[in-house]
């Protein structure tokens, strides 16, 4: 199964690593945050990692 995300491969704005950062603050789990910001959760997580956000591991 195949998922086609909004944002493949585009450059991060400046919003998106806002909302990035409150989601990952509030405490979401990886998945829920890429989907809300349309994004793979491996994209996700790396950009996290740069930014040294922790994301909650939900299971």
């Known amino acids: ?3 086609k995300f909004e944002r493949h491969k585009q450059p ?3 919003e998106e690593l806002e909302k990035l950062h ?3 603050v509030k405490g979401m789990g990886l998945k829920a945050i890429a989907k ?3 994004r793979s959760e491996e994209s996700t997580e790396k950009q ?3 930014l040294r ?3 909650a591991k939900l299971r």
């Open 22 to 24: 409150r989601l990952a």
């Open 36 to 38: 809300a910001l349309t």
């Open 12 to 14: 991060w704005t400046q």
């Open 1 to 3: 199964m195949s998922e």
């Open 48 to 50: 996290a990692k740069s």
């Open 53 to 55: 956000l922790k994301i």
